[in-house]
């Protein structure tokens, strides 16, 4: 994927987050006790050169809820996290994060508004963007130490606190070379815990990995949504999404189809598009 955006930087860098991530507890999140919104987009709208990638996509995300976008390769789910994220300003549309404020998209954006956008939420991606030639707990304590200033001996407690809860405690001087893929996966899930975010981003965090090791990261995911971390997570994983999901989106060409709490929508999807979808990937030989 090439890109364009001149606010685009490494995604490793991306992942390490920034300075207003809420403060706390290191793996159980704040959620209060209404279920107020935490995310609302509106009217989404991007393209890259002549192709409309989102043409005008809607989401709500209510705090300590799990959203899961589904949808065909190149329907617009990375964009849609990315957008969220602050990694790709849209074209139109807006945005509202934590009650505000609220970018309003077309006009040129503050730099500081994107930023305070990008901040609040931390990004999975699908390959681990760990860096490489830094240890695990470097890799875990380099967004808060560096970004978020936190203290280096406050912010390597909490790092090894994190890797004991995903099993990687002994992990903390190895190299990412040295580690499975789902154990760099679960570095890079505890990576974006570390910075506190108000918003959990994943995309397709175990579509790289061998079918063997994606039981472990799912079932890492699946913790953090019993413990009420909110989050938007993009995945083909079916099983998982159902159990997860609050609400899914099913997005294709660049457009949210059809949304609905997942026992609805995958047994009974209103629309066309989202049966053949489904079916596609329950019933990939049919
Ligand atoms: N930076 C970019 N520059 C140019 N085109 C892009 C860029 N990012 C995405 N696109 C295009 O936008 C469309 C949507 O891409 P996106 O990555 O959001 O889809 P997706 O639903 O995540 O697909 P997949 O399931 O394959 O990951 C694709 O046609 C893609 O080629
Ligand atoms: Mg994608």
Avoid: C
Avoid at 227 to 251: C, K, N, S, Y
């Amino acid at each position: 994927m090439s890109h364009t955006d001149p606010a685009d930087h490494d995604e490793a860098a991306d992942a390490a987050g920034g300075p207003d991530a809420p403060g706390g507890d290191a793996l159980a999140p704040e959620v209060p006790a209404d279920d107020s919104m935490l995310v609302t987009a509106r009217g989404i709208r991007k393209s890259f050169g002549a192709n409309e990638v989102l043409r005008g996509v809607d989401l709500e995300v209510r705090r300590g809820e799990v959203v899961v976008l589904i949808g065909p390769s190149g329907s617009g789910k990375t964009t849609v996290l990315r957008s969220l994220n602050g990694l790709e300003t849209p074209d139109a549309g807006s945005i509202l994060v934590d009650g505000g404020p609220s970018i309003e998209f077309g006009a040129p954006v503050p730099k500081a508004t994107r930023f305070a956008l990008r901040d609040r939420s931390a990004m999975v991606f699908q390959h681990h963007n760990l860096f490489p030639h830094m240890t695990v707990l470097q890799n875990v304590i380099e967004g808060p130490t560096q970004v978020q200033r936190v203290p280096r001996a406050t912010a390597i407690a909490e790092a090894e606190a994190l890797l004991d809860r995903v099993g990687l405690a002994e992990k903390r001087d190895a190299y990412p070379f040295e580690l499975s893929g789902g154990q760099q996966q679960r570095v890079g899930i505890v990576r974006a815990l570390a910075l506190k975010p108000m918003l959990l981003l994943f995309d397709e965090p175990t579509s790289a990995l061998d079918p063997e090791l994606v039981g472990e990261v799912l079932a890492v995911i699946k913790e953090l949504a019993e413990e009420g971390w909110t989050m938007v997570i993009v995945t083909h994983e079916l099983g998982f999404a159902r159990q997860v999901a609050d609400e899914v989106l099913f997005l294709d060409g660049g457009v949210v189809v059809e949304q609905g709490p997942p026992k609805e929508l995958f047994t009974k999807p209103k629309e066309e598009r989202t049966r053949r979808f489904l079916d596609r990937i329950l019933r990939p030989l049919d």
